[in-house]
């Protein structure tokens, strides 16, 4: 390869976000993934729980031990339910590994939110206030070096691109901000529960978490922070019966007279040079198909006179540009590298 | 039977309107389909075109002749694309039958934004002035004895049932009303299109039509009887991969203190009696499979005080609440007969 | 009602098969459910569980105790994983009750071979002697005033109905039968696990239990019992990304010269005056949806002169012809009554 | 990139075989697509009919000008409709281009044969003799250096690499073969129809074509050269409810005392060397979605002592090593290349 190799392990690579990290570092140039970490399966094969790595990956899963890991990776991505990366991030940040968390453990400053909205234990404040929250397009100049870096949530990373340049450029108003999102089976992890069952799911559209999903503070937090002021909002879940997409459909009301083309105008320019935001022509809405196994995010808009208010659809793979792509994409940026790295992947369609 | 039996013909019976009046009459006491009508399949077996029909109907599609039809019939559903109701309805009227219009013919009472909205020719003010809108517990007992019904639209129904009586009761500010609303693939109808072609719409979820779907009229017409002022609303559409069932999530500002409890009683006493509305406990929403093949249209609420809004959910079948089964229930109100009448399906669960 | 009436349990209520028959005999003229029976859910409302029949069955789940059913019940169904009906059918008979075991517990007259396929300990042979095979179309004549009736499965009922005929004529050679089938996801049944967990199942087509089902010696033990001399067979299963729906493909050498249009005329011959086998014109092979929710099991033929061989479709509804629907269809024939009452649900097309 | 840079055209862009193609040429690194063809759109941007492709590929269709697309391309992707590649291969070959036919017109050697199942007039003998079938695994060798190369069909590459192995070796007998297949719709390509309608096809499962399918003379076309004589076979397509996957379910007498794990031997060392061939160990059965978006084959045995029949699973993507990633493989071997150039794919999972 060259100078530049890393070596990678992944804890979590039995869930659906560790095995998405191993299909994409698979094409990526400078990365190999020399350690796949799982505390329920250690010692089995991957590919036995994964037979769609047969004769791809013959390695057996190793167990949670930070100097091992150190041993044998330089860089380890933490794709683990809530609660577990607070608690192993210390001693990996102390084996000398650079950590990218990809689950909600890093993101929210506040350790009294997050046990409010994740019902856990948080982290030590001092790793939340060392944390960089890797929102790669807008926040990705500050990820530079960092060995610590908190990835976004698949709703928020949907959402916030959907909506930070408006906000930014103040066209819309903070306080009428609605989210409507929609997510494909997939964020839900890889647990066998009702809630997850096919016959349960196919051919049902259902709303859950109405007003208590732990992903609204996180979005708020942003918004907060572009806005410069205090930003509540209201954030609505569906689960699709799809595997993967994201959709979140966004309204607020416009400040002064602006039309689709500005909207479209002001997003371009605000995303000049990030490959990954997609801004649609004028009256075209992406799908979330068109981004499928990429790591795009794609975004229209349509204005209504009628009512003063703008529609915003923002769509992502949540298991690329949600998860794993988005971490590649900060590990690139935390490395210096261009931030395509390993990600030039056209969507699948259909 | 006994002498309440009605004969009833269908027009439009290749579409999945039609061919769902035809599942759901088979099972009303006092009505036989004696004719279905086909402009475009005349004088070929029904079956031929639908086989889970063989054994079940085994006559021939007549064509579209008012006389003819009221040889075989007493009253007849329209099961028509925009555009031909207006023109039929006259000759139907003046045949004497009975006529219940499912397409959005008759729904707008101005000629001019049928016009804007559904890019046809509307039909003559008279017969918009004569029809009488079925939206059956919100409108029912205008129905009964009345000859021109016009049956609500899919998304209206979900919609109007979820917003009517908090806005009647002046808990919610209908200034701030927002309306996303999911829907099935059949909502779309039989014809063959990029549109509704299995590879483009499976794992995937689109919105269309923001801000222009022909539905907004109809449901700011209600919404504007029901506050006694204009109202303006946002409404999207969107695409899920699934064949029936529709959710509409709605967003409004709560006037007053109001708790979700407070909804959960309001509702049930405005719904008292109606037994296709059902009204869910505090904290549970509806799935929109819950109400699959069934004519019901199942409410929940979320109150959030941080925003001060409330989060209503309201699903219903497209195909029967959203078209033929309420169409049967306006010609059960309209004859002074049980609303329930041979609709009295237990959802189709899982 | 009438005189006619039955009271009816069934024990399993918050299975697929067991809500399927609250479904079902919600519309049964004389049958009244008055027992729904959960040994894991006792004490709590079914529609808890079943959110689909809020407001439609609002009683609590009762125990399971065999005095205590009779009391309430003249019929008891058994819905039940099998290994639970062979330990309740003494009991149950013993109380008085009717009972119709949708399980696979009576169904094979070998205790030897249940134990094989199975691996549970099988039902006393006096209660295999005992209890009737209810194949409807094939053996219905049998069931007439029985006490035990075993249902079929789900695959048998499919497979069965389409080999009978011809191997009863003589006209396929059984030593060259080979099944290969395909199954909704329904059919195995509410238990949460990772293979029924929807991501794993979208977009994806698998074969099962190759060579190891254990339909395959009920399947055996029909044919064996039509041709009158040993009978083995290649029998495969699959699981197709949808809910409900059987389809099997059989192949056979034929015997004799044979056209597709001689065996359409055989198998409406043998199935006449049955209404819920259609045989479908020569040339039209059925498709799942085409039966879907009904009690229907619908056949299609093509005979390759250059292979000598037969291809036969057979199609149901796993639920309802491959579980409850024909579990209702047992009891009316039991009771002497006409076997398509409760049943006469047109396929729910689209 | 290198001395070895080829630059592609694609006829047919707008078909799904020719998307598949862009998709996976993007990651070849010795291949260019220099130009896009459509006869039907020519002009107009390739990503407004396929907006996954916006920013990615922003020229226009070009027309089909076999000296333009010659000046601007070294090698042609045929990805058209049956007919069509006949008719325009002596232009290409003549201007200079190597030929890759993924199209059927090159398949058969027997004109008449061509004729009879596809109802289109044949290419031109001289063309049909010059054309190597490349089926990878098995005819890999004839392709190096050859300018006409016919692909082979979705449902023969998955069945011929499960079948001739156990063929080759003697081990089935040729007469006894059954072949039971199952595609996802995207084989159906994307013009729209009721056969491709998703509220027809979704949660339905159906058969076509029984014995009448175009793939049927390309199979016994091999079979008969790899077994040395004649060889006629029961061939079923059917569709499953999900977007890309084939499985061939092949039944066939075993020859001789074999067990599951000397299939699995056998098939190891017939494939000894080929990435893309993935033989299970034994007891396991591969599923399509372990494959999915990837060049892989997948194949499990089952040999049953009871009826002395093995049972044969094989699995591909129907768009990848069923047409456009097979194609480059092809392209690869013509070049004297490694034949995985551009197809490091791991599937895509879940």
Same sequence: chains 1, 2, 3, 4.
């Avoid at 039995?14 to 993934?33: D, F, K, M, Q």
């Avoid at 339910?81 to 210390?90: D, E, R, S, V, Y």
């Avoid at 001693?91 to 993101?107: F, N, Q």
């Avoid at 906000?167 to 890889?190: E, F, H, N, Q, Y």
């Amino acid at each position: 390869m060259s100078n530049h190799t890393l070596n990678a392990a992944i804890i979590g690579s039995t869930g659906y976000g560790g095995v998405e990290l191993i299909r994409l570092l698979a094409s990526h140039p400078y990365v190999n993934v020399t350690s796949v970490v799982s505390s329920s399966s250690e010692g089995t094969p991957i590919a036995d729980g994964f037979p769609h790595l047969v004769e791809i990956r013959t390695d057996l899963l190793d167990g949670v031990d930070a100097k091992a890991i150190r041993a044998k990776a330089d860089v380890v991505f933490l794709a683990t339910p809530a609660g577990i990366a607070a608690k192993l991030t210390p001693e990996l940040l102390e084996a000398g590994l650079k950590v990218i968390d990809i689950s909600g453990d890093h993101r929210l400053k506040s350790p009294a939110l997050y046990e409010q909205w994740y019902k856990k234990t948080p982290a030590d404040e001092a790793y939340l206030a060392q944390a960089v929250y890797g929102l790669a397009e807008v926040y990705g100049d500050r990820v530079q070096g960092v060995d610590l870096i908190s990835n976004p949530g698949c709703f928020p990373t949907a959402t916030l691109l959907g909506l930070v340049p408006a906000l930014a450029a103040g066209w819309i108003d903070p306080a009428t901000i609605i989210i409507d999102a929609k997510s494909g089976v997939s964020g839900a992890g890889r647990g066998a529960s009702l809630g997850t069952h096919y016959s349960e799911l196919n051919e049902n559209f259902s709303a859950y978490k109405i007003n208590k999903h732990q992903h609204i503070p996180e979005i708020e937090q942003v918004l907060t922070d572009i806005a410069g002021k205090p930003v509540t909002t209201t954030f609505t879940t569906h689960l699709v019966p799809m595997t993967r997409g994201i959709m979140s459909t966004m309204y607020a009301s416009v400040i002064g007279d602006r039309k689709d083309e500005d909207f479209v105008q002001l997003y371009r320019e605000y995303y000049e040079g990030r490959k990954f935001v997609r801004v649609r022509d004028t009256g075209k809405w992406p799908k979330t198909k068109e981004v499928w196994g990429s790591n795009y995010c794609d975004i229209g808009f349509s204005v209504d006179p009628r009512t003063g208010r703008v529609t915003i659809v923002s769509v992502i793979d949540n298991l690329v540009k949600g998860a794993a792509g988005q971490a590649i994409q900060n590990l690139n940026l935390s490395m210096g590298w261009d931030e395509t790295l390993g990600l030039n992947f056209v969507p699948v369609y259909p």
